[in-house]
């Protein structure tokens, strides 16, 4: 199936990928991969074909609404994670959990929260990093020039302001799907 992403990316899309092409597969076995700008639901093609293409295992959370069937079991096999938005419980704990629980684990996020414009990322995928201990790989989704541009690892300090206004200069200027949504 490799081949057939590849093919799909490189030569009928026209995509290409540069920047830490092997997400640090080799040493960074778990982390959080911030993918930005979210815009449109071709993103999530998109990020899964790269993931194919640059052959790096990545999951994500969606809503449990999403893992039954007929798509559960697709959802699933490509990485998804269920989550029980309406439980009691602390969203990041919970997601932090899941990092303790493989030896491999690296979880997307789009930390806009909407594929619609927003002036505010959401902290929640911050929160979860510094929770389970593990680097921030960012990645973008700059269809204006057909490219994922991907980050080394990024280790967050305890300074939010400052960690975001650093991961947000990675994303400077990059177009997404609709760019009046970037």
């Given at each position: 199936m490799t081949w057939l992403a590849k093919?799909?990316?490189?030569?009928?899309?026209?995509?290409?990928?540069?920047?830490?092409?092997?997400?640090?597969?080799?040493?960074?076995?778990?982390?959080?991969?911030?993918?930005?700008?979210?815009?449109?639901?071709?993103?999530f093609y998109i990020g899964v074909l790269l993931r194919r293409v640059v052959g790096v295992k990545t999951n994500f959370?969606?809503?449990?609404e999403l893992f039954?069937?007929?798509?559960?079991?697709y959802f699933r096999a490509i990485g998804g994670v269920p989550l029980n938005r309406s439980a009691n419980e602390n969203k990041v704990e919970a997601i932090a959990k899941e990092f303790k629980k493989h030896t491999e684990f690296r979880m997307a996020f789009a930390p806009e929260g909407t594929r619609k414009k927003v002036e505010k990322w959401r902290t929640g995928f911050y929160y979860i990093a510094k929770e389970a201990n593990v680097p921030v790989i960012m990645f973008t989704l700059d269809f204006e020039n057909k490219q994922n541009k991907v980050s080394e690892p990024f280790y967050l300090t305890d300074?939010?302001?400052?960690?975001?206004?650093?991961m947000k200069s990675f994303y400077k200027g990059v177009k997404g799907k609709v760019p009046e949504y970037s």
């Open positions: 093919f799909i990316y490189f030569k009928l899309l026209g995509w290409k990928v540069v920047g830490n092409i092997n997400f640090s597969r080799e040493t960074i076995k778990k982390a959080i991969i911030v993918a930005v700008p979210h815009t449109s639901w071709h993103d959370v969606g809503k449990k039954t069937w007929p798509f559960g079991y300074d939010i302001s400052a960690d975001f206004a650093f």
